[in-house]
């Protein structure tokens, strides 16, 4: 060749798509394409195809393979007279090298591409059984699927057939190898197709009639005996037949393997037999299944076999089908089932899982399905097994906007498109986009992307992807709006009726009041109503996805209506990914939050992100509390308006606290995994005391200006006990104190300590006004001498009383001692009269251990409400709060002199310093710790829920679900929480009795 004529072609090449035009140039100079390397038609024709170098190279090797001496000939005049078999052979070489190798190793199957009749555009089972027809043994079968294979892929990339015509046609060529594989199985072992009656249900996308190029056959197996058979021999011969099958088609030969036939769908999957009876199938759908086989059940289609046991089949487990969406947390079991898909996708794998990561094929399948058995149940031509022509009916129904059915449909196509010509390539079954260069951009132009194929693929790939990651908006909860606002003139929209349904499958327990909701908020052209139409798709699927999505969105109602005119508000629900979803789990969490926010619907601002990972929800520290509560307290004009503006800062922080403990307790879509419960707890906690000091700071300051000015007579300082001296107060948890004042310079005794009494009864007074606030009580109860001592005495008199009286409960209470309010020096020689107390020199007697254990036995007989299950009580019960705090405190008692750290307030430190110390084992320490979390949880959980403190689960079953959502538990694992409660709380209390008790502790 000249080197003007080759620069020539080089660029010809180059033109037409070639990346290796050198290679091109020496392939087109071989003796077999000589005759026709000028040929312009054929040049065109390999441009065309996804890969041209790759097709040049199939067709060398093709026609190098050709048996008879002129027959690589005639398939060059064919080849360059008939562009139909051009167009069609160069384009199956230039996708598919594992068909390019099936022709070098069978050169005449070319052939097989030459017909071009109408009858060939569509071709059907009875079509494929002709192909299939005179395949006598495994090998040969191989080597007649592949030959049809061949032209269903030539149909395909010539685009002579869509994405979904080409998935019709490998189903009906999977169901013609079924066919022809139990008639082998029947001929190798007639004595067993002479027992039995067979018939093979296609599930999955064979028997959905969307089958990949590549993939597993799903099936199942029905048997009944031949008539004079015993029915044991019968499923034995039926079981022999279908095992047959099955090694016919997955066994690997000289000619590779079909597909592997996967009958795991069955009932009770790989443990179950693989052949049953009818009965027995219907027998096990009826007691056993689980939602999810049902929904398999969509699919099921008879493919080979006894027609007329199929028919039975599908006539018999049909209407179950169409039951499942009745059966209890049906929704929450098919959404688990498609998170546990995702969650089970390597990282690595996530961003290229075109079938199952987000965002994916089965995105959409499950999507449409759950619609189905939603809505199936009342209307029949939604039971197609297809998922686009499910689509199609869901939209003509009006249970799916047409133009969100249609974006859907081209995703759908795309993404089908996609995996089919990633599994053309090798016949390989993979659902990952690759990631080298060359096969991005012959996929690209395998799809008609040709301009710049690896970006133009990537682009539409994440387009297509964006559409279907929201299809749970778009298909399940728009169409809501479209019932009740009346969107879209002309559009189908969802029948009320229908409406309701589908609220009622999602856990609406009043779906007309929901649709009455809806209809509030969304209806009329104002902008407030078009932006709720664009949240509340979303916020309805996080309503749903709680135990109550009925007061999820009625109080969204409410601080909608409350908010309705401010401008941020909707504002920052739209533009603040955090903001809504946020909202939405706090609206449906139980009462006390939402009752907190209907009282301060501003404090929604605190649900956006903020300055980054959700700054608003951040409790804010004591400080920062008593700085602003102060203030307020100082712009007041009397006492009772400077309480008023401590409880307004209270019910906001309250919120903040409560808020952050939902969000982080239930998760979001971007954080999923549950915090960390023992760092919630101590969280809340410690918001919840620091608050409770601040409002009691703010309160003594309003009391004092307002009846004494800025100059108290006496000293005044408030010493926090119990768990709130601990740091560890729960939403509705009292707060225990003590008063202790000390005159001041010049100031009669008696004086100072009327002025004391005065200011703690006013405090009380205060604190005591009715008020839509949850109560801020304060108990004196453990004040020397209890109800019957004195409310304030000074701190000469608290010296006095402990050197002589006290006794050892006192000391023990007296662990959890800690100024909070009023004067500081004060409360520190507080600190300093009672440390010798509450960490005794000489640890503890053995008569105060004794009256130790008996005060807590009795406090178990004598102070647990009559009725309650002890096993469930947070605080009395066996292995509860108490067991734990008992066991901290007596090791403190016994051991806080020699060991710093034991000298705190709160209980986990203490266990803590108590394992560092080698008091307590690490596994001992993680029992009680871990019961403690535990209970603590469930008392917040209660106050959460009910809106008022409780010590034991609620009994009402909605309330239960909700204390286990926040717990970690799904929908209708109720019972798997009290079990787990049951185990960590009898470990703690085995753990419990052996330290307690033991004298050498």
Known sequence: MTPGRRSSTFTRLLRHGFTDATAAERLLDTTELAPVRDDPFLLEALGATADPDLALHGLVRLLEAQPAPNSHRELLDTLIAAKPLRDRLLGVLGASAALADHLARHPTDWQALVTYEPHDLHPGVAEFERGLDGA???????????????????????????????????????????????????????????????????????GGHELNYVSDVDVIFVAEAAEGTDETKALRAATNLASHLMRICSETTVEGS?????????????????????????????????????????????????????RAYLDALHPLVWQAADRDNFVADVQKMRRRVVDNIPPTEVDRELKLGPGGLRDVEFAVQLLQLVHGRTDPTLRSGTTLHALKALAAGGYVGREDAARLDEAYRFLRAMEHRIQLYRLRRTHLVPTAEEDLRRLGRSLGLRANPVSELNREWKRHAGVVRRLHEKLFYRPLLDAVAQLAPGEARLRPEAARERLVALGYADPAAALRHLEALASGVTRKAAIQRTLLPVLLGWFADSADPDAGLLNFRKVSDALGKTPWYLRLLRDEGAAAENLARVLSAGRLAPDLLMRAPEAVALLGDGDGASAGLTPRGRAALEQEILAAVGRAENGEQGVTAARGVRRRELFRTAATDIVASYGTEATPVQADQGALVDLVGGAVSDLTAATLAGTLRAVVRAGWGDTLPTRFAIIGMGRFGGHELGYGSDADVLFVHEPQDGVDEQEATAAANKVVAEMRRLLQLPSADPPLLIDAGLRPEGKSGPLVRTLKSYAAYYRRWSLVWESQALLRAEPFAGDADLGRRFVELIDPLRYPARGLTEDSVREIRRLKARMESERLPRGADPRLHTKLGPGGLSDVEWTVQLLQLRHAHEIPGLRTTRTRAALAAAREAGLLGEEETATLD?????????????????GRAGDTFPTQPRELAAVGRYLGYG????????????????KARTVMEELFYDDDA
């Open 971 to 986: 929908e209708g694992h109720a019972g798997d929480m009290l079990d787990a409660y049951g185990r960590t709380t009898r």
């Open 930 to 946: 871990e019961a403690w979390v535990l209970a603590t949880r469930v008392r917040n959980a209660v106050m959460l829920v009910r």
């Open 136 to 206: 006598t043994g495994p090998v040969a079968l191989r080597v007649a699927y592949r030959r049809c294979l061949l032209s269903i892929a030539a149909r395909d990339v010539c685009g002579t057939t869509d994405v979904a015509e080409t998935a019709a046609e490998l189903a009906d060529l999977a169901t013609a190898t079924l066919r022809a594989a139990l008639a082998m199985a029947q001929a190798a072992a007639p004595e067993d197709a002479a027992a039995c009656r067979l018939s093979v249900i296609g599930m999955g996308k064979c």
């Open 258 to 310: 079909i597909w592997p036939v996967d009958a795991n769908l069955r009932p009770e999957g790989r443990n179950g037999p693989l052949v049953r009876t009818l009965s027995s199938h219907v027998a096990y759908y009826q007691r056993w299944a689980k939602t999810w086989e049902f929904q398999a059940l969509l699919k099921a289609c008879p493919v080979a076999g006894d027609e007329d046991l199929g």
